[in-house]
């Protein structure tokens, strides 16, 4: 069985203007595009200045009116903190579509990026060799203007290293490492 749905603004529909776009596809089709053009709506608006926030489109049916409806909800301002949340720094002036499906990761929280777009997001100019003489450890950091990335972890399963962003937008990060406990925290 195939629909056939024709996509159009209000205006249009109480105009009669005929449609842009119509779709003809089996329902499971149907249900992927309409998906795809609801995350299109939440993620391409404009956001509030300076300022990361989400986004949700609530959608919904006409029963035998083949209306199919896509409704924007209030833009809020992203708010979250806790453990996998210090990648928002990097995403000012962002909008976050909300509740559409990602793949599950059991191994870590916070955002999935290929390495290069990480280093490039986080302004990344150098990196940072690190040698322990009394434990014979050693260890990376990468450092850029405003920002450090430190590993915090490694799933071997998954072949995933878990970094951590450090960001002083107020100034320039020194010569040094510049690490508290406080930051740890973020």
């Known amino acids: 069985m195939r629909f056939a749905i ?3 603004t209000l ?3 109480r105009s009669g203007k005929p449609s842009l776009v119509t779709i003809k596809a089996r329902p499971d089709q149907l249900v992927a595009a309409f998906e795809t053009l609801s995350w299109i709506t939440a993620t391409f608006r404009c956001p509030h200045r300076s300022k990361l926030c989400s986004d949700q489109v609530k959608f919904g049916w006409s ?3 083949e209306h199919f409806h896509l409704r924007p909800l209030p833009l809020q301002e992203a708010e979250w903190s806790g453990p996998g949340t210090c990648w928002q ?3 000012p002036s962002s909008v976050i579509a909300l509740d559409f499906p990602i793949p599950e990761r059991i191994d870590f929280t916070g955002l999935r990026l290929p390495y290069g777009v990480m280093l490039d997001l986080a302004g990344i100019l150098d990196h940072v060799d690190i040698k322990d003489v009394n434990t014979r450890a050693s260890g990376i950091y990468f450092k850029g203007m405003h920002s450090l990335l430190l590993p915090t972890g490694y799933v071997k399963d998954a072949k995933t290293v878990h970094w951590h962003l450090i960001w ?4 320039a990060i020194a010569l040094g490492l510049i690490y508290n ?3 740890a925290k973020n």
Not at 168 to 171: A, K, L, M, P, Y
């Open 181 to 183: 406990n406080k930051e």
């Open 89 to 91: 720094r990097l995403f």
């Open 168 to 171: 002083h937008e107020d100034s």
């Open 11 to 13: 205006e249009e529909e």
């Open 6 to 8: 024709a996509l159009r």
């Open 63 to 65: 029963l035998g009116r």
